[in-house]
């Protein structure tokens, strides 16, 4: 089992920058693709943004792009999420997940194409 962990999470103001971690415990991971996706109180659960297993491929929601960035340290059994000019709208409960399934036919937006999901962290922007 893939035991995937979230942290970095936490008040900021808005426009202010946060980094999530997701890190898996025990085997390494990079072999899977990651997504992050949020859900906002109230909300669907949406895609944040995804990396495939290589690292060289990335995929953004609109809400995303310019703003945040996808990375991975497969050394360390890490992705990272770089978020920058934080909003309010981005108050969200983030999940990581890991899948092998993502970036094939262009389903990393998907949840489906994750077997593996964190148990969320909580980021919260203030106005």
């Known amino acids: 089992q893939v035991l995937l962990v979230e942290s970095g999470g936490g008040l900021v103001q808005t426009g202010g920058s946060l980094r999530l971690s997701c890190a898996r415990s025990g085997r390494t991971f990079s072999n899977y693709a990651v997504g992050w996706f949020r859900q906002a109180p109230g909300k669907e659960r949406e895609f944040v943004a995804a990396?495939?297993?290589?690292?060289?491929?990335?995929s953004y929601a609109d809400a995303a792009k310019n703003r945040f960035t996808i990375s991975r340290d497969n050394a360390k059994n890490t992705v990272y999420l770089q978020m920058n000019n934080l909003k309010p709208e981005d108050a969200a409960v983030y999940y990581c997940a890991a899948g092998v399934r993502a970036f094939v036919s262009g389903t990393e937006y998907q949840q489906a194409a994750y077997d593996f999901w964190g148990q969320g962290i909580q980021v919260t922007v203030s106005s």
């Open positions: 990396i495939n297993a290589g690292g060289g491929t990335t």
